[in-house]
Structure formats: C-alpha cells, structure tokens
C-alpha cells in the first residue's frame, strides 16, 4: 500500500476532545486511534488550534500522552516562523478537520470513511445534493 502524504489540520477543543477550554476535556471517542492510524498510513497531522502559550503545550503534551506527535502545530511544517507581514495566518492543508465545519463533527470513524474513501460533496445552486466517492481519474493538477 503506498503511503499518503497528505497534511490534515486537526482542532483540538471539540474535535480530539470534549470542549471543555481552557481545560482538557475527555478523548472523543476513537479520536487516538483515528489519527494514530492516519499517521501509520503517511498522513501529516498539524494540530490546528486556537490554543496558544501554555494551554497550547498541555494539549500537544495530552497528545503526546496519547500516542500522537504533530507533523507542526499551529503551523504549516515544523520550524515555521509566523511574520504576518509576510504570510496569511491560514496554514497549508490538503484537508481541515474541525467540529465547526458545516453540519457538525460526524464523530471519529466517519472521518477516517471520508478520508479513506475519498468522499466529496456535489453541489448545485448552493445546495448539497448528495455525497459521493471522487472518481479516480481526475484533471491534471488537482490533488487526491
């Protein structure tokens, strides 16, 4: 099996956790062993989060505890230097992965279902149809 190296910006209070900031509320419920089995398939985990200072480390230490270390944190790749002068606060992803997105957070193993099969939304007039797997032959230059 060829291993991926797509990056997946994932948040923390709601999605690897419970919601429960400033503190650290309960694992979600497959959350560890999800995103410890995208990382044994090649993905790059970036911990994407509101997070900053010390609250930012307990997180990333309550991960490490859990058997996840992070490709980067709040960062596009490990070592960057954030200069908002010189680069858009947005990090660069191939997927973001957060409980805010629209409709909700579907829950740990609908996720990796996403992922794996490589689910999309088909819109039409600003509304979504249906969803489906994205074919494999694709245009030039589109990734996935």
Not at 26 to 32: E, V, Y
Not at 90 to 100: E, G, T, V, W, Y
Not at 127 to 138: C, G, M
Request: proline share 2%; hydrophobic share 40%; charged share 35%.
């Amino acid at each position: 099996m060829m291993k991926s190296s797509k990056k997946l910006a994932i948040d923390f209070d709601g999605t690897v956790v419970d919601d429960a900031y400033p503190g650290i509320g309960k694992p979600k419920i497959f959350a560890f062993e999800t995103l410890r089995k995208l990382q044994s398939e090649g993905y790059r985990l970036i911990l994407w989060t509101y997070r900053h200072g010390r609250s930012l480390d307990e997180a990333v230490e309550f991960c490490r505890k859990n058997g996840v270390e992070f490709y980067a944190v709040n960062s596009s790749f490990e070592g960057e230097v954030f200069d908002h002068n010189m680069a858009s606060r947005k990090i660069d992803a191939d997927l973001f992965i957060d409980d805010r997105n629209l409709g909700g957070f579907p829950g740990w193993g609908e996720i990796y279902k996403i992922i794996k099969e490589r689910i999309e939304f088909r819109v039409e007039g600003g509304e979504v149809l249906a969803y489906s797997k994205i074919k494999k032959e694709k245009k030039k230059g589109l990734f996935w």
